[in-house]
């Protein structure tokens, strides 16, 4: 289904997933609070502690703000991709434009329900790290549920996932070892291009890295990257859904596209 969305998921990829973690990780750069000085003894400085929780609130603060409308701006792209891949999949032909569309006008009530599903999750990782992993799994199919059906998307992402218990966890721990693998591998990679020349100087091996060149392409790149992934996420998380939605009752491509209207 993705292959046939083309240039126009491309775009909303490109648009809505790698702008927004390219601003996130951006954001980031020149905002790393340094270690606190110390002296020979061993003792921070005088108001070196200070300084350094002051800029750390900073970073969380600014990076929150940030995330915050990334968040969002991506929820805009999962519901104009969902929109393209569901419409191609009856045959239809697809614009940019309109996809964009609707994912403004779908873009606040699937962030909403999805704060409150990463909420849950993680709440259930403070509590204990188990309940978190399970309420990550039970709440996955939270945004094409709010997309689809319009109603009760946390009730019904918890009858789905519970229904075919085994094949859900199945389908979604796949998807999920994709997208956590792949970004393991690329948060190595920036690291060890960020970090890398400061490795070889022993006094700065864990101070952060300056606001560089390397700095700046690699976050760009690591954003690129990642691209796929995201798209690998969003197709996953999908098929999952419609693969559901056709055990409990026959279901056709047009049935969807027309629920998404």
Do not use: K
């Amino acid at each position: 289904m993705a292959r046939r969305g083309g240039r126009p998921l491309l775009w909303i990829v490109l648009l809505t997933e790698v702008l927004p973690t390219a601003a996130v990780g951006l954001a980031m750069l020149p905002l790393q609070p340094r270690p606190p000085a110390v002296s020979p003894s061993g003792e921070p400085l005088p108001g070196e502690l200070q300084g350094f929780w002051g800029d750390l609130l900073l970073l969380v603060g600014i990076v929150l703000a940030v995330g915050l409308v990334a968040g969002l701006v991506q929820c805009l792209g999962w519901a104009a991709g969902t929109w393209v891949i569901t419409r191609q999949a009856t045959g239809q032909e697809v614009a940019l434009g309109a996809a964009l569309r609707y994912g403004l006008r779908r873009a606040p009530g699937l962030f909403g329900w999805s704060l409150l599903a990463g909420l849950l999750v993680l709440a259930g990782l403070c509590a204990c790290f188990l309940p978190g992993v399970y309420l990550a799994f039970a709440t996955s199919l939270v945004g094409p549920i709010y997309l689809f059906e319009r109603r009760n998307p946390i009730g019904r992402t918890f009858q789905l996932a519970h229904a075919r218990f085994g094949m859900v966890l199945g389908r979604v721990a796949a998807v999920a070892a994709v997208v956590l693998g792949g970004g393991l591998v690329l948060a190595v990679l920036e690291s060890i291009v960020t970090l890398g020349p400061a490795a070889a100087t022993p006094g700065e091996m864990f101070a952060p890295p300056a606001v560089s060149a390397v700095s700046v392409v690699s976050t760009l790149v690591s954003s690129v990257l990642g691209a796929p992934l995201q798209l690998a996420l969003l197709v996953g998380i999908l098929v999952t859904y419609t693969e559901q939605r056709g055990h409990e009752a026959p279901v056709n491509s047009a049935r969807l596209a027309a629920e998404l209207s």
